[in-house]
């Protein structure tokens, strides 16, 4: 049996700073995406696109203060091991495109899917990260984002199944 070299052990990491760089496009983009689609949903839903806009904000907001810490500087080289679920959060960048008069249904199923890859991700990161205030800053937004997709699914089961919102 063949020991694995440092090299090989570190393939299947990120550094600190890459994880909050990739977090960063992730919030950016959910945010940006429901900003402009406010003015295309219909005005009962409207509501609903705007708090996501708004939840999207302040996580980015988070991250970007979070990584402009004097005191995070040190962590942004630190490797952890890159989770399991890392492909579904990347692929969540990609944005679908839901036409000129959006979907209710398809807006929720779209923002239930990013809400539980952020979810898997943000979990993962915080089994794995060093303690500190990445660590927290990772269980708090898997909180936050586990309690969102359980209020988005309560939404979508009236959308779906009661005819509305």
Known sequence: MSEVSGKDKLAGCKSIGEILDVALEFEKTARDFYTD?????SKKFRWVVESLAEEEEKH?????ELKARPDIQE???VQVKTPASDHHFSDAVLLPDLGEKPDDQDILRYALYREKAAMDQYSELAETAPEGPIRDLF????????????????????VV????V
């Open 139 to 158: 269980r708090f937004l898997a909180k936050e984002e586990t309690e969102h997709k359980n209020e988005l699914e309560k939404l979508y089961y009236e």
């Open 161 to 164: 199944h009661s005819g509305g």
């Open 60 to 64: 980015y907001r988070y991250f970007e």
């Open 75 to 77: 962590f942004l080289s």
């Open 37 to 41: 689609l406010i003015p295309r949903v």
